[in-house]
């Protein structure tokens, strides 16, 4: 993801080919092509991802779609990932893609069903600029 925050994009690809875990593999290549614009390579990685994985790893499937700008199924992920009290979801949900959420009123309505102040990301944004 900071290959392609750099607009390295082959590069990423690389090293998303070394990655030997194919959750890994298949989320960074999902995320280069789309990138690049190979549309239907990323959707067709996502629905494997979704197929494989969507029931242990829905925080990462919102960050996917968080990705990609699609908020709405980014919410119904997390949601998801509420509901299934997934450990990583506190974590996760201050990863770079959810900054594309922070404007969208869902994002409010979401940090106040997880009992999280709604600036609660100031702080980390504070950090990191």
Do not use: C
Not at 43 to 49: E, F, H, S
Not at 60 to 89: C, G, H, P
Not at 92 to 121: C, Q, V
């Amino acid at each position: 993801m900071i290959l392609i925050s750099q607009g390295k994009l082959e590069e990423a690809l690389e090293e998303a080919e070394k990655e030997r875990d194919e959750f890994w593999t298949l989320l960074a290549k999902h995320a280069v092509f789309f990138a690049v614009g190979k549309n239907e390579k990323s959707d067709n990685i996502l629905t494997r991802l979704i197929n494989k994985y969507g029931s242990t790893a829905p925080v990462q499937i919102a960050y996917v779609y968080a990705f990609r700008k699609e908020n709405d199924l980014a919410f119904k992920w997390l949601d998801t990932s509420f509901s299934k009290s997934d450990l990583m979801l506190i974590d996760e949900i201050n990863y770079p893609a959810f900054r594309n959420l922070w404007s969208d009123p869902g994002w409010s309505a979401f940090l106040t069903k997880m009992k999280l102040p709604k600036d609660h990301w100031l702080v980390e944004s504070l950090v990191t600029e």
